[in-house]
């Protein structure tokens, strides 16, 4: 498998990115992590793995400069600028597009909670281009006016014992017209800790990707 350390041009920003590029690769899978996460988050690394060895390709990115995460460290704020983070996401889905490595990939969006919403608006703006999102604990619904616009097939992934995030998935997954899913993962908190809760996660997603990106090689 190629592994590749990048910094990807975005709005006027050089963004970190770690891509795995397995042997005949299916699709590839575009990751937007969550509040105060980064591409090093273990989580979001498990899962990247468990896609890489199901042939998808893997873009870990931080969507934010080092700058700007010390300033969200103090402010919380960026993590919840929502068309911020898309327009980068955007940005980063037209690299994949154009470099040769990941040109002939259909792309997939995974996003954890904020990075979700982001994930969903970057998607709505790339209807032809992105075929498949998957939310692990996501606040979708900060995605607002953008859901009704998303075309790709979602998946929405919950904790069963995340009550208020239920919730607000519950409300977005109305707010969606394209395939849609809501599955809850019973016994699970907000960050899916648990035993066995994200290899479940990790299970889904894989099988959501598989099924959507469609380039099976």
Same mark, same amino acid.
């Given at each position: 498998m190629e592994q590749h350390a990048l910094r990807i041009a975005a709005r006027g920003v050089k963004l970190e990115a770690d891509l795995a590029l397995p042997a005949a690769a299916r699709g590839i899978v575009l990751f937007a992590h969550g509040s105060g996460s980064s591409r090093f988050s273990p989580r979001n690394r498990e899962m990247a793995q468990q896609l890489n060895e199901a042939?998808?390709?893997? /873009? /870990?990115?931080d969507l934010l400069t080092a700058d700007e995460d010390a300033v969200d460290e103090r402010t919380r704020q960026l993590r919840f600028d929502i068309g911020l /983070?898309?327009?980068r996401l955007v940005d980063l889905t037209d690299w994949l597009g154009a470099d040769e490595r990941t040109a002939r990939l259909n792309i997939g969006y995974?996003?954890?909670s904020t990075g979700a919403a982001a994930a969903l608006a970057a998607a709505a703006q790339r209807p032809d281009t992105v075929h498949a999102v998957v939310s692990r604990g996501g606040r979708p619904? /900060?995605?607002?006016q953008a859901l009704a616009?998303? $075309?790709a097939p979602t998946l929405l992934i919950v904790g069963g014992n995340d009550g208020a995030?239920?919730?607000l998935n519950r409300q977005a997954l109305e707010l969606l017209r394209s395939q849609k899913r809501l599955t809850i993962v019973p016994g699970a908190t907000h960050l899916f800790e648990e035993s066995d809760a994200l290899g479940t996660v990790s299970s889904l997603a894989r099988d959501w990707f598989l $099924?959507?990106?469609g380039n099976q090689l």
């Open positions: 042939r998808l390709a893997t /873009l /870990l990115v /983070l898309a327009d995974f996003g954890a619904d /900060l995605a607002k616009r998303v $075309r995030v239920i919730d $099924r959507h990106l």
